[in-house]
């Protein structure tokens, strides 16, 4: 085993915030990441803008530079690979953390699928974006069935039904229709997703007005067929012809990996994490939460603008004793 200051689970940008604050106190740490260098992001839609300013996405003091007045996805991967070049983070990509425990010296042991590491002390900045929310229906097994959004192309001149009236779904619907397909949105509620990007929101709503995409409010989706899906709507339940399924539904923070390494959740629907929100510190001494994974499955709480201060908090903290 080798021992560190510092395990830092999470190679996303709150994570890489982490490691800077380490690096500025000498700190021995080191990042493990099951994927790539800020792999949420990564998987993000090929084209998909950020409703932060480049300002807002900063980090470690580092000015991000965009031309445009949102910075899109393969911009903030620039962005944070030059973060890499200019740190050398101390990092392990593609390296899984399987299992976090304290031995009796009240060290943390931490267990991967390629090594075991030593640490006083762990942050946890997984962030949520690798657990997609199920649908629970009959047929969401199917193949054409995808809970992750990447380009259009796939699905022009196809019929594609869209789940769900947040960001990513109302931009799928439109980048699907303009290529071509015909689109069909469900959705649960009786209107668009209150927080969905300003200059986006009248797009969707002018194109279900005219009836350029077709949308099903206050309804669910209750059965997917190979070529079919049978939605409950107020008025009853509709057949319509599919290809294609995008379940936008959402998506959750590895809950059972919390509550595994001993955090405690809250015991209503929202799971949120018990920690101390001057330090980060959780129940486990020792044992930090940053960024997204805070709020357990409220996922629209905390973002990379306002979650970067854990990052100095926590470390201010572990200097401190």
């Not at 709150?14 to 790539?36: D, M």
């Not at 357990?296 to 854990?310: A, C």
Request: proline share 3%.
């Amino acid at each position: 085993m080798t021992d560190y200051d510092l395990i830092i689970v999470g190679g996303g940008p709150i994570g890489l915030a982490c490691a800077i604050e380490a690096q500025k106190e000498n700190l021995r740490y080191l990042i493990i990441e099951k994927g790539a260098i800020v792999n949420s992001i990564f998987n993000y839609p090929l084209y998909m803008t950020f409703f932060s300013t480049a300002e807002r996405l900063e980090i470690g003091d580092i000015p991000f530079n965009c031309l445009a007045p949102k910075p899109g996805r393969q911009e903030a991967l620039e962005y944070y690979r030059n973060i890499h070049r200019y740190f050398n983070f101390t990092i392990n990509l593609f390296e899984e953390v399987t299992e976090i425990r304290k031995n009796e010296n009240a060290v943390f042991e931490i267990t991967t699928n390629k090594n075991s590491y030593k640490s006083n002390y762990v942050i946890i900045a997984t962030g949520f974006y690798d657990i997609p929310i199920t649908m629970n229906v009959k047929g969401e097994e199917l193949p054409k069935v995808r809970h992750y959004y990447k380009e259009a192309h796939e699905y022009a001149f196809r019929n594609v039904l869209v789940v769900g009236a947040n960001n990513s779904s109302v931009d799928a619907a439109l980048e699907c229709w303009r290529k071509g397909a015909n689109v069909t949105m469900v959705i649960r509620k009786n209107e668009i997703n209150s927080r969905v990007k300003y200059w986006v929101k009248p797009d969707i709503e002018n194109r279900i007005a005219e009836g350029s995409i077709k949308a099903y409010f206050a309804s669910n989706i209750t059965e997917i067929k190979e070529n079919e899906v049978e939605i409950e709507t107020p008025e009853g339940k509709v057949t319509i012809e599919n290809d294609f399924v995008l379940a936008l539904t959402g998506y959750k923070p590895d809950l059972n990996f919390l509550e595994n390494i001993g955090i405690q959740l809250s015991d209503d629907e929202l799971k949120i994490p018990t920690y101390n929100s001057e330090t980060m510190e959780t129940n486990v001494e020792g044992l930090f939460l940053a960024g997204v994974v805070c709020g357990g499955m409220q996922t629209h709480k905390w973002f990379i603008e306002n979650s970067r201060i854990h990052a100095k908090m926590i470390v201010d903290h572990i200097t401190s004793k």
